[in-house]
């Protein structure tokens, strides 16, 4: 009798993941489309998220599938197993119900294409100091580290030249560490978060795309401007705003990059090209001033002249 019953046993415990997995690879197979409600696809393990560079999976997002399959596998061995005289057996199909509804609570609040991923995991090889600048270590330009530290700091220093108040960051880091924009920490003072991979990687060498990341992350206006160009809105504040940074872009070597992303931008105005032939003009006569004082007071008071002319938020919002 103890021989059938370790016989039983072992045919159960071998058996009953195998049906078990047959009924969960159909159920897979009619989950693909499922969105609306979502759980069903990530339960079934088919997560729709692609992990970015430096990005793993989280625990939550291996654990869901598999305990969601493995606890009716598990139960039903348990009830083939066992008898009715086991506790054990009676309490699987229950706990076993709790564990699948607990992965679909947590399942339920994750979008179609985003089960959770933690990032930041991809190792870093730094430079320098004040500031330090980081690149990831297999990126792809990692080689270029102490080339891009240079620009960064040459750049600064460019920058603190001309005049501009530049307050130099603790660390730069290269943003490919956090490929994911919604997983990057926002760039602080101390702080900042620069494309340095995919700008040293360019295949002309160019690394006017830093030097314009620093001049963006650099220059700063006593005020607030809107962060988009609202058609209909006014815009006279732009041309002092992009003449000045326009002039600083100018002394960092940077203007290329920076007159091509306004261009775009001013593809939103009715008069985009006017506004850009004014932008050129006066940051021309800013970078044409005879002395050094002049051109720093000619940039500190387009700052000012944009501040004023910025418009005021529409009642109710701040």
Known sequence: MRTRA????????????????????????????????????????????SAAFGEQFSASAVLVPFLFAAAPALAVAAWWAGDGRRPWRT?????????????????????????????????????????????????????????????????????????????????VTDSLLYERELTRPPSTGATWWLPLTAEADRPDGDLAGIRHAVLLHSVSFPCAFPTALVPGASADWIVNHDAAVLWAAYEVGAQKPYLAWRTAEYGQLANGGEVLAKVRERAAKGRALPTAGQRTAWFEQEQAKACRLVPEPPAGRS
Request: aromatic share 6%.
């Open 6 to 49: 370790i016989l039983r046993t072992s045919a159960a415990l071998w058996t009953a993941p195998v049906w078990v997995g047959i009924a969960v690879f159909y159920a897979v197979a009619k989950t693909g489309a499922y969105s609306d409600p979502v759980w069903p696809r990530h339960v079934s393990g088919q997560l729709d998220t």
């Open 91 to 171: 309490a699987a199909p229950p706990a076993a119900l709790a564990v699948m509804a607990l992965c679909v609570r947590i399942a339920s609040d994750w979008p179609v294409a985003g089960a959770p991923v933690t990032a930041g995991h991809a190792p870093a090889r730094c430079t320098g100091s004040a500031p330090r600048v980081c690149m990831a270590k297999t990126g792809g330009a990692v080689e270029d580290l102490d080339t891009v530290g240079r620009e960064i700091a040459t750049s600064l220093r460019r920058l603190e030249a001309a005049g501009v108040d530049v307050t130099v960051p603790t660390t």
